[in-house]
C-alpha cells in the first residue's frame, strides 16, 4: 500500500536500523500475540515477550552475549498453525511472530528486506482485521479511508523518520515507548481493556 519509494527508504536502512524498525512493529504487536494466547491457551505469551525484550537490550548494549539464532528458535516454536484454531485471533498473533522473526534475521541471517517484510505483515495484519470488521473485502481506496489503516499508515512513516536518526540509546528507548504505544496494538486491541 505505501509503494515503491517507502520500500526504497526502508531497504535503504543499515542493518541495525532496519532491526529496530521490524522489531518496533513486533512489539506493537505484541498484545495481538498475548490476546490470542490467553484466549486459545496456546503458546507462552512470555517468550515472546522475553525475545523482544532480549533484542531491545541488545540493540541498547552492543556487547551483550546472546545466542540470537536460540531465541529466534524459540520465537519460530510459538507460531501457532492457522488450520488448528477457529478464532481469526490465530492472523494477528502469527504476524507478531513474522515481524519478530524479521528482527532476528536482519541479524541472523541479514538479506536485507527485513523491514520491508515487518512493514507488509503489520499493515496487511491491519487490513485484514479492517476487513473482518467491514465482512467484506475492500477496495485500496476504501483502505485507505480506514481510520485503523490511516494510523499504521502515519505510525510507520514517523517510525521511519526516527530509525534513520544516529544510534543512540535514547533514540532506541524513544523508538520503544512509542512502539509500546500504552500497550495498545496495531489493531487496536489493549490488554488492560
Same mark, same amino acid.
Given at each position: ?57 541488545? &540493540? ?5 552475549? $546472546?545466542? +540470537?539464532? @536460540?531465541?529466534? #528458535?524459540?520465537? *519460530?516454536?510459538?507460531?501457532? /498453525? ?40 503489520? &499493515? ?5 482485521? $479492517?476487513? +473482518?470488521? @467491514?465482512?467484506? #473485502?475492500?477496495? *485500496?481506496?476504501?483502505?485507505? /479511508? ?40 496495531? &489493531? ?6
Amino acid at each position: 500500500m505505501f509503494g515503491d519509494k517507502f520500500y526504497k527508504k526502508l531497504n535503504k536502512l543499515m542493518p541495525w536500523q532496519q532491526t529496530l524498525f521490524s522489531l518496533a512493529l513486533a512489539e506493537r504487536m505484541y498484545p495481538n500475540y498475548q490476546l490470542f494466547s490467553e484466549a486459545c491457551d496456546f503458546g507462552q505469551a512470555q517468550k515472546l515477550r522475553l525475545a523482544l525484550d532480549t533484542m531491545w537490550q541488545y &540493540l541498547v548494549q552492543r556487547s551483550m552475549q $546472546v545466542d +540470537l539464532s @536460540a531465541q529466534l #528458535e524459540e520465537v *519460530e516454536s510459538q507460531i501457532p /498453525e492457522p488450520q488448528k484454531f477457529d478464532s481469526y485471533g490465530v492472523y494477528p498473533a502469527i504476524d507478531a511472530c513474522v515481524a519478530l522473526c524479521s528482527a532476528y534475521n536482519s541479524v541472523v541471517c541479514r538479506i536485507g528486506d527485513e523491514a520491508e517484510e515487518a512493514s507488509k505483515v503489520s &499493515l496487511n495484519c491491519v487490513a485484514g482485521f $479492517v476487513e +473482518l470488521l @467491514a465482512e467484506r #473485502e475492500l477496495s *485500496e481506496e476504501e483502505l485507505y /479511508e480506514q481510520e485503523l489503516v490511516e494510523q499504521e499508515m502515519e505510525f510507520q512513516v514517523e517510525l521511519l523518520q526516527r530509525v534513520a536518526q544516529p544510534r543512540d540509546e535514547k533514540v532506541i528507548e524513544g523508538i520503544r515507548e512509542l512502539a509500546t504505544a500504552q500497550g495498545v496494538s496495531n &489493531l487496536g486491541i489493549s490488554l488492560d481493556s
